[in-house]
Structure formats: structure tokens, C-alpha cells
């Protein structure tokens, strides 16, 4: 059993945290919100008030937190993981941030006697729950095998890239296709209802074949009943389509789909929905038609 810090209880990292807890680990647990890890401090985990207490208790530490900002602030702010942890610890943040902070997180770990692996996610707020997520790494070979155990209670599909920074490289190319995948089902249940059809009926009948996706058989459905409760927040998916298109601009290379994905996600944050769900795109087509 591991002795494991887990920093960031949100949508996402409250379930993942779970699975830790209910297969036996000691758990102790950070975030900037208490009252969010207050189920998993009922189950038997332990607070800290700082993310460098908890990582100072574990020989693992999990981060999975909003923006590039946060995570810096996490491992290298004054009460950070980085100067707090005992050497040998493993660091794995599940964040989906900048591909260069990933490596400058690794980087500043090895100069401590640690090891960071980066390790974003994909699965959505069901995924983590059913510890199916699908787990994209970089770093080190023998850390990834070392924690593999770990990944392997919260997630279906665990799959390392390379190096530092690989895992985050690979999550931008999930979010890239997500971005064009989100706007096709919107775009295909908008034309049925004009057209005339129910779109309930149309998501039925394509829903299964060639054209569906996870995108359109779980968050169509929510969209079509006016659920835009977020299992992932519109926020944090721009914050991704930034970072595609900042590193897409790095390597030279032109993304028009997730340009304009972008353009109409920062529409739907402009029209008060940032803290919506990302099936929100669904209602910004409703509005503009």
C-alpha cells in the first residue's frame, strides 16, 4: 500500500482520489476549496493545509487542478510540492496544461532528488468515476512503471508517450479532435430541428453509426434536455484550445477547426458560460438560430 497526496478534489480528482482510498492507500489531501474534500476526509483521508504538507507526508504526489497558473503555484509557490517533498517521491501531475511546464516541473524535480511525470486525462466526470479514464504520460520509464499500479485504479487506458511533456502533447491532440467533434453533433442536431425533425429521433438513428462519437451519445443528450451542468467546465476546455493552438503555432502548423472552435467557445464564455458544461456550444447554436 502507498502513502499518497492528492491535491485538487474537484470534478475530476475527487473521484480518482476516491479510487486510491477505497483500494487501500493512505491518503492525504489538499485543496483550495475544504468543503470539496470533505467526502473523501469522511472515508478516511487525512487534510493538509498547504499542497507542500501533504506532499511532505507522501512518497506520491497527484495534482490535478485548473489552469497552467494553478499548477505552477502548486509546485513552486512557498508552500509547494517541490520544496517540500522527500526526495524519491514521485510527482504526477493530471493537470492539462503547457507541454513546456511539464518539462520545467521535471526538470526542477531531478534537481531535487524527485520525479515529475505529467499525466493528463480524458474521460470526463463519468470516466472518473468508473475509473475508465484513458491516461496519457511523459517522463521517466521507470517512474511510469512504478506508479502504473496507481494509474491503473483510476483509468482503463494507460499509455506512456516519451519523455517530459509527452503526456501533455498527447492530451492536446485528444482536446484537438474533441474541438471539432463537439462542433459536428451541435451542427447536425441544429439543422435536423430546423429541418423540421426531432432531434431526439435524428440522435438515435446516427447516434450508433459512423457519425456518433462519446461526445455526441453522452453530451447531446444532456444538451437536448437543457442539462448544461459541467462535467467539464467550458473554462477549462478554452484553456486547452489555447494551448493547442500555442503550441500548434510552435510547430509551424495551422489548426482551422480548432481556431474556430475557439471563436465560438469564447463566444459562449462571452454570453455567461464558463462554468457551464461544454455541451453549452449546443445552446450558443440555439441562440444564434
Known sequence: MATIAFIGTGVMGRSMAGHLLAAGHTLHVHNRTPAKAQPLLDAGARWHATPGAAAAAADFVFTIVGFP??????????????????????????????????????????????????APVTGGDVGAREARLSIMVGGDEAAFEKTRPLFEKMGKIVIRHGGPGAGQLCKLANQISIASVMMSWCEALTFA??????????????????????AMSVLA??????????????????????????????????????????????????????DDGTQA???????RG
Open 221 to 274: 443528450p444532456r444538451a437536448l434536455k437543457g442539462d448544461f451542468a459541467p462535467g467539464f467546465y467550458v473554462k477549462h476546455f478554452l484553456k486547452d484550445l489555447r494551448l493547442a493552438l500555442d503550441t500548434a503555432a510552435e510547430l509551424k502548423l495551422d489548426l482551422p477547426g480548432t481556431r474556430q472552435a475557439q471563436q465560438l467557445y469564447d463566444e459562449v464564455a462571452r454570453r455567461g458560460g464558463n
Open 193 to 214: 430541428r430546423r429541418a423540421g425533425l426531432d432531434p431526439a429521433r435524428v440522435l438515435e438513428s446516427i447516434g450508433s453509426g459512423a457519425a456518433g462519437s462519446v
Open 69 to 118: 497558473q494553478d499548477v505552477e503555484a502548486t509546485y513552486f509557490g512557498p508552500a509547494g510540492v517541490i520544496a517540500a517533498a522527500k526526495p524519491g517521491t514521485v510527482l504526477v501531475d493530471m493537470t492539462t496544461s503547457s507541454p513546456g511546464l511539464a518539462r520545467r516541473i521535471a526538470g526542477a524535480a531531478a534537481a531535487q532528488g524527485l520525479v515529475a511525470l505529467d
Open 281 to 287: 456550444l449546443f445552446r450558443l447554436y440555439a441562440e
